[in-house]
């Protein structure tokens, strides 16, 4: 639904003479501009149809009936309605916010040496290490100290942890949060956790925001970062996030906003 009425506001707004060549249709008199008929057919690849020999018969279809649908509410006054108005309105500014921000990208590429630089920046703050590590997770002290007393007295830690934890996502898995380096976690967690020898849990229940957690660590390897060819396109992506937080950044600090 929503992008046949982005098509809508896009075909309303875009001057018919922009189109050069045959017209799709002429309906009552109005041309259907040619130009209309590829961004249709974009449209409808988009919604999941088949990019057959039926496709541009389907776009001239829809078309036909979005002119006669689209002219009969006008004909009514449904254009006036406020509601309408005010969504025409702000899909018209969705598109211009979508125009601005791929214009800036487009002007501010990311360079290669930019995605170098954040890729060696992200290795070194993943540290030499990463820890294989359980953890469950308890409202309270007395709850985790009563946690490391079964424990103690040779309790499977991945049983306590399907029973008691709080973390349904790894109490699934024996407390199992898998490779992960510090940085990945919460300071104190991440702080307790290095601190432990393999095959060790805490002695003491470790709180964090989340509440009180018994750890245990399972391994430690050398930190296993995948090679710049391999993730540079997600490292580009990253980056040009970045220029759209610029860009709106940039636009902000100008404005009077009140």
Do not use: C
Not at 62 to 89: F, H, T, Y
């Amino acid at each position: 639904m929503k992008h046949s009425l982005i098509l809508t506001l896009l075909l309303a707004t875009i001057a018919p003479a922009m189109a050069q060549d045959k017209p799709v249709a002429t309906v009552n008199g109005r041309e259907i501009p040619a130009l209309y008929g590829e961004m249709a057919k974009q449209t409808l690849l988009s919604q999941g149809a088949p990019n057959d020999a039926n496709l541009e018969t389907r776009a001239r279809e829809a078309l036909i009936n979005q002119e006669l649908l689209s002219r009969a509410a006008i004909d009514k006054g449904l254009d006036k309605n406020p509601k309408l108005v005010a969504a025409m309105e702000m899909m018209r500014r969705e598109q211009l916010t979508k125009a601005y921000l791929e214009d800036y990208v487009k002007n501010h590429p990311v360079s290669d040496a930019e995605i170098k630089s954040e890729y060696d920046k992200a290795k070194a703050a993943a540290g030499g290490s990463e820890y294989k590590v359980r953890h469950i997770l308890v409202k309270t002290e007395a709850e985790a100290k009563a946690i490391i007393a079964q424990l103690n007295k040779k309790a499977a830690f991945d049983k306590l942890a399907r029973e008691k934890s709080a973390d349904k996502g790894s109490a699934k898995n024996g407390g199992d949060l898998g490779w992960a380096v510090p940085g990945a976690f919460v300071k104190e967690f991440g702080e307790a956790m290095q601190k432990l020898k393999k095959g060790e849990t805490t002695a003491s229940p470790v709180k964090t925001e989340f509440g009180w957690h018994v750890i245990r660590l399972d391994d430690v390897r050398p930190t296993q970062f995948p090679p710049l060819d391999k993730v540079q396109n997600e490292v580009r992506q990253q980056l040009q996030q970045k220029r759209v937080r610029d860009a709106i950044a940039e636009l902000r600090a100008k404005a009077k906003i009140e």
